[in-house]
């Protein structure tokens, strides 16, 4: 998901998922403690990873989150056109 990518925080607020943006917080809060205490490249290297793994997951938290708000997949439909999608 390429909005969670790059705006994470703004992302997971428009979509309402609190829960994800309460992890999301608490690993950024951690990393950045995590920064002071621990020297080298290895933390630098998580803050430029952690992003790329999360907008890989950002569509599945949402999915996880719907499913706690008891929402389920009937299926999916497709057409060229949205009225023949309907159809």
Do not use: H, K
């Amino acid at each position: 998901c390429w909005p969670a990518l790059f705006i994470a925080p703004n992302w997971l607020i428009v979509r309402f998922l609190w829960l994800p943006l309460l992890g999301y917080l608490v690993i950024a809060v951690g990393l950045s403690l995590l920064g002071r205490y621990v020297p080298g490249p290895v933390v630098p290297v998580v803050w430029i990873l952690f992003p790329f793994l999360f907008a890989l997951e950002a569509t599945e938290l949402r999915r996880w989150t719907l499913g706690r708000r008891r929402w389920r997949l009937v299926g999916a439909a497709e057409g060229q056109r949205r009225d023949e999608a309907e159809l």
